[in-house]
């Protein structure tokens, strides 16, 4: 619409197209929609808007109400995302995180987890967690390893423990749990381990889930440690792939949780549980696992084999498996 136009002074809304009537001499006011417009002192300028401090008032409060809605529903995400990252960890693994790395453990992100290589994590009066991010299988000097590793002790009760953190270390190489229950822990979906050493425990149902996610590429080495009471051996199953096995305390019955283990080189059988009459044939069938290099009994179990029968086997495996007992 072509604007009409007295002594130089806009006459049309721009708003609505109606007409704009002079109210005093510095404003006018649109006779359609009541906006109300400044002129400027020369007159000859384009009018602008004039809001009136109401109406501005309201404005600016809605803006305002938009921008704080906006920052608030940005720092809720940004801080549910925070809360949602904190909350993964229990107690005592939060406070040996933030130790650790030294910020707040909703700032601790996948790839802090996942640059610790190592982790060992013993129980007595208090959690102690062992780390480091080193890989052991790149020392071949053990103290030399050792030197690389902290040690951070945590006061947390059991209930402030909980295993299942151990799926975030996706990164882990090694691991040793002197805890009990090592069922109820979860290893990462993902994971490159070669080594892990646990205590005996057994899950609310009776049957260990521990070893279900274990890698089989490469996984290399098992130690069980106080396997007395450890009944259910079904586990085994997951195990085939590997390479070393340490039972200590296992009862070990016919050996038949043997049978498939084709790739085991060392099978070390400390203090364990076995049936004199029965010793001879055990160990007979465990001599015959395909890839065994090394075997080694110790403890009363050992001597239920007779001497001249463990010399016999030292002469058929001779450079072939290392025999050795204490």
């Known amino acids: 619409m072509k604007q ?9 809304c721009d708003f609505c197209g109606g007409q704009l009537e002079q109210r005093d001499e510095y404003t006018c006011v649109c006779t ?12 000859t300028h384009k009018v602008s808007v004039k809001v009136s401090a109401g109406k501005m008032i309201l404005i600016c409060s809605l803006a305002a109400v938009a921008v704080t809605g906006a920052a608030v529903a940005g720092y809720q995400y940004y801080t549910g995302r925070l809360v949602q990252s904190a909350s993964r960890f229990c107690v005592a693994f939060r406070d040996f995180l933030m130790e650790v790395y030294d910020k707040p453990v909703a700032e601790i992100v996948e790839e802090d987890l996942r640059n610790i290589k190592y982790l060992r994590i013993e129980k007595d009066k208090e959690y102690k967690f062992t780390y480091g991010f080193e890989d052991y299988y790149d020392y ?21 423990f909980s295993p299942s953190n151990i799926q975030y270390f996706t990164g882990l190489t090694r691991l040793e749990l002197y805890t009990d229950v090592w069922e109820n822990y979860v290893l990462p979906e993902e994971n490159v381990i070669r080594s892990i050493t646990c205590l005996d425990g057994l899950s609310k149902s009776g049957t260990p889930r521990f070893f279900t996610r274990i890698n089989p590429d490469t996984l290399e080495e098992v130690v069980i440690m106080e396997a007395e009471n450890l009944k259910d051996f079904s586990f085994m199953e997951d195990l085939k792939g590997i390479k070393t096995l340490l039972l200590h305390k296992a009862a070990i019955g016919d050996g038949e949780m043997f049978d498939g283990f084709d790739r085991l080189e060392n099978l070390i059988l400390y203090q364990v549980d ?25 403890g009363k179990a050992a001597w239920y084999i007779e001497d001249e029968q463990w010399e016999k086997w030292q002469e058929i495996y001779d450079g072939k498996i290392l025999l050795t007992r204490e």
């Open 274 to 298: 076995l049936e004199e009459e029965d010793a001879e044939e055990v160990v007979d069938g465990l001599l015959k696992l395909p890839s065994l290099k090394y075997f080694h009994m110790e």
């Open 32 to 43: 359609s929609c009541g906006r109300s417009y400044y002129i400027s002192a020369g007159r």
């Open 140 to 160: 071949r000097d053990e103290e030399a390893f050792q030197g690389t590793l902290g040690t951070i002790a945590v006061d947390a009760p059991r209930d402030d």
């Open 4 to 12: 009409k136009k007295i002594k130089g002074r806009q006459t049309i």
